[in-house]
């Protein structure tokens, strides 16, 4: 018997942040005597690199090493509020509040900066910790000395907040039109995979993965595809190989462990490449947009695809296992169609079960 | 020097690897009780009693708490937003799924706290359960809820999430081909290296010190002080350093309850589910089960889509209609379909609660999307990837609420994966640009739909 391969290809889009907006991030920051930074921000850093990510964002704002920043993400107390890190929104909403709360700083070391040389804030940049008038660059004083002059001179916190917030978007409840962007941006992607099945078995490999992601600016390379590749060996998992109910909707044979729970491992690993497209957001820290949710989306119709490429069967029901495979390839081999014509209707699957429902009259609600 | 750009290493990526990272399970308090929880055996029955003297007299035991410990039992993670609550924090009349919450106790040890479970005598009256989301309408389906078996309350108290855009009986009425097709993604588990896990210290003042894994500190705290009936300044959230989330740390699975059990006991408590509980108990993403009905030229124009959604939320709401109105915003995937009739419920059934997850409400509407796309080209004899950039979102487009779209990169990624993989593009595909509509790529079908992206 025989393996195929197949390739598919698959293309999505993704919103940045929680649907409907109203979902704020804030952030303070304050300068330490000697001019290094301490962020407080209440964005969990959940494995993504948020933290880095922010801290190369307020590195740039104001002009200062990187390593001139601390986050503190670590408690209630100090931190500012932050929605959570979930609907894709790290980057980009948690990015902007601490992007705006370094602007005020910022603003706030080239006031200070131009009482102390004596010349317009207007005039002044800040390169790599040093406030620097502009065209001539021997006029200078580090911000660790402004920041110096704050605290015992002029009796001064050097701080800044950041409140990133987009206005809630209210829909029609019959039509879902919204009045406003119900997200913060849009980002896309697309995946090229190849499979190699085995049609005497019905397993199924990934040999190789392509990707590329449209993610705005990327503030961290090395980052957006550490989402990218973890990503889609998610995606792989959902194609081939995950289920916490096997025998759906039945709950019986449920894998309790990791021994009876299939989620890819090393050896489901393919070649993966990566490709960053920037096309940058309006409002985005830096141009950025959105990458982490996305990024386990467009492998599974892709693997379905590739599967079809291969052997010549649909398997829409995930994940696609073995099992899967052999039954849609005996239906084939018994000449089942994979799809029925009725005039111009063109039928795959089962029929459409439940479209004749509708919403009941009677009034339902929670309450007791 | 600029950090932006630049390819950084993560800051904690060392100590992450070198078990250097302090995580929520590596806090040590002396003097800390161990919790667990009593759980439902059943998928759907009543409870008829529930009896904790037992296990309250047993040596070791400094605390058991049930509902009636709870000042506001039922609280829903997103009343905020206007999603009011069904899920209590412990069963009260019923269970509801495997696995739910009925009890927990804080004892000395672990071996004790489970013994102590043990002893706790709940009776209970099982019930037909329903799993099938798609017996759920059926007239003589088991009720997972008194309201019925799927979401109500919808803005305008719908009991669907719609989208109605152009017009769609004239989409259906001119297209040379309509394709059907159902697809049916699994639920799946997030699988975090570290468990739910969370540590509470009383501390002076009648503060409480929270040590939680949280995907989100202060939403997790609103949660905590929710149930209570506290101001935020009695609680302090330590965490930010999370050992794998991908959704299912938003639930705030573990805060109150370990909460609840360090007032009654006035000791520091922890609690760790076990990594059986992380697959048995915790949330999943959902199973979906979504059919589409794509009205199409035998050109390759798609005029309209209709499309059922039944999103599987398991035995509560929880975030789930959040996610069906994502997925109703994202229902045409990256293309531009001009005539729509969606219709979304968030239906019960007895298992988990389904939660977010990695994509939530458009994982499942990509994989439905595309693999129709290849379906409808093979249905009409059209290459798939010319199909897509025929169809491919344009600046000046409308999405499915019916906003511009204004840097749509549909047709970039598309040239870009196309060349990766070796894949031919039609001359006018290789030239097409995200640019706004004209010429041949303007169909009479597609100009109503536009929208002057210089509005947003």
């Known amino acids: 018997m025989a393996k195929h391969r197949g390739r598919g290809i698959a293309a999505i889009e993704y919103p940045t942040g929680m649907n409907q907006n109203g979902d704020p991030s804030q952030a303070w920051i304050k300068l330490k005597m000697d001019g290094r930074v301490d962020v407080f921000a209440g964005t969990v850093d959940i494995g993504q690199g948020s933290k880095t990510v922010h801290s190369q964002i307020v590195a740039d704002t104001l002009g200062v090493p990187m390593d001139w920043v601390t986050m503190d993400t670590s408690n209630t107390d100090s931190s500012a509020f932050c929605m959570g890190t979930f609907a894709s929104r790290g980057t980009f909403i948690g990015g902007n509040a601490v992007r705006l709360a370094a602007e005020k700083v910022r603003n706030r070391i080239l006031e200070i900066g131009g009482e102390l040389l004596e010349i317009d804030p207007g005039d002044l940049e800040i390169i790599d910790g040093e406030v620097i008038a502009k065209g001539s660059p021997d006029k200078k004083i580090g911000v660790g000395d402004i920041a110096g002059a704050a605290t015992f001179v002029k009796g001064e916190l050097i701080s800044g907040q950041g409140t990133a917030l987009k206005d809630y978007a209210t829909l029609d409840p019959e039509t879902g039109a919204v009045t406003i962007p119900p997200h913060s941006a849009i980002s896309y992607a697309a995946c090229a995979v190849e499979v190699e099945v085995d049609e005497e078995t019905g397993d199924v490999r990934v040999l190789k993965m392509s990707q590329v992601y449209d993610v705005g600016c990327a503030i961290n390379p090395t980052m957006v595809e550490g989402q990218i590749e973890g990503g889609a060996i998610q995606g792989l998992g959902l194609g081939l190989l995950e289920n916490c109910y096997p025998y759906y909707p039945s709950n019986d044979h449920r894998g309790g462990q990791f021994g009876s729970y299939l989620a890819p491992s090393m050896e489901d690993l393919p070649e993966l490449e990566c490709i960053i497209l920037e096309n940058p957001s309006a409002d985005g820290p830096f141009g950025a947009k959105a990458i982490g949710e996305m990024a386990n989306n467009a492998q599974p119709p892709a693997i379905a695809t590739a599967i079809y490429n291969a052997v010549g069967v649909w398997v829409t029901e995930l994940p696609i296992t073995p099992e899967k495979v052999l039954r849609a390839l005996e239906a084939k081999a018994a000449g089942i169609p994979e799809s029925v014509t009725t005039g111009k209707v063109v039928r795959y699957d089962e029929a459409l079960s439940i479209t004749s429902h509708q919403s009941a009259d009677a009034v339902v609600t929670f309450a007791v | ?456």
Request: glycine residues 8%; charged residues 20%; hydrophobic residues 40%.
């Open chain 2, 1 to 456: 020097m600029k950090a932006v750009g630049a390819r950084l290493p993560r800051y904690d990526a060392h100590e992450h690897v070198s078990a250097g990272t302090r995580y929520v399970d590596d806090v040590r308090i002396p003097g800390t009780l161990w919790a667990k929880a009593l759980r439902s055996p059943h998928d759907h029955a009543e409870i008829v009693s529930i009896d904790t003297s037992a296990a309250e007299a047993m040596e070791g035991v400094h605390a058991v708490v049930t509902y009636k410990d709870v000042h506001k039992n039922v609280h829903g993670h997103i009343e905020g937003l206007g999603v009011p609550g069904d899920e209590p924090l412990f069963a009260e009349t019923h269970v509801r799924y495997k696995g739910q919450p009925v009890a927990a106790v804080a004892a000395d040890n672990e071996a004790l706290a489970i013994r102590a479970t043990e002893a706790i005598q709940v009776t209970y009256k099982e019930l037909p359960s329903l799993l099938d989301v798609r017996k759920a309408f059926d007239g003589d389906a088991p009720q997972v809820h008194h309201w019925g078996n799927w979401y109500p309350h919808f803005e305008g108290e719908m009991d669907r999430r719609q989208i109605r855009k152009g017009d769609i009986d004239q989409a259906f009425e001119q297209a040379d081909v309509i394709v059907q097709g159902v697809y049916r993604p699994a639920a799946i588990e997030h699988i975090p290296m570290e468990t739910q896990v969370c540590q509470v210290v009383p501390e002076a003042g009648g503060r409480f010190v929270v040590y939680s894994a949280t995907q989100a500190m202060y939403f997790s705290m609103g949660v905590v002080a929710a149930h209570l009936n506290w101001p935020l300044n009695k609680l302090k959230f330590v965490g930010g350093t999370t050992g794998g989330g991908f959704g299912g740390k938003v639930d705030s699975a573990t805060e109150t309850i370990t909460t609840l059990l360090a007032i009654k006991s006035h000791r520091p408590v922890r609690w760790r589910w076990t990594r059986m509980e992380e697959f048995l108990c915790s949330s999943t993403r959902a199973p979906w089960h979504m059919e589409i009905a794509d009205a199409v030229t035998k050109d390759g124009w798609i005029l309209g889509r209709k499309m059922l959604t039944l999103h599987d939320a398991g035995a509560f709401a929880r975030f789930s209609p959040y996610g069906v109105t994502k997925h109703a915003f994202h229902h045409t995937g990256a293309y531009t379909i001009p005539n729509l009739e969606f219709n979304g419920y968030v239906v019960y059934t007895n298992r988990v609660p389904t939660t977010a997850m990695r994509g939530f409400g458009v994982t499942s509407v990509s994989f439905a999307t595309e693999t129709h796309i290849e379906r409808i080209a093979q249905t009409i004899g059209m290459d798939p990837v010319e199909l897509r950039m025929k169809n491919a979102t344009r600046l000046g487009d409308t999405s499915p609420n019916g906003i511009p779209y204004v840097d749509p990169s549909t047709v970039p990624v598309i040239q870009a994966i196309s060349d990766a993989a070796g894949v031919e593009l039609s001359a006018h595909s290789r030239t097409m640009t995200s640019a706004m509509r004209s010429g041949e790529d303007l169909p009479e079908h597609l100009v109503a739909q536009m929208g002057n992206p210089e509005d947003h």
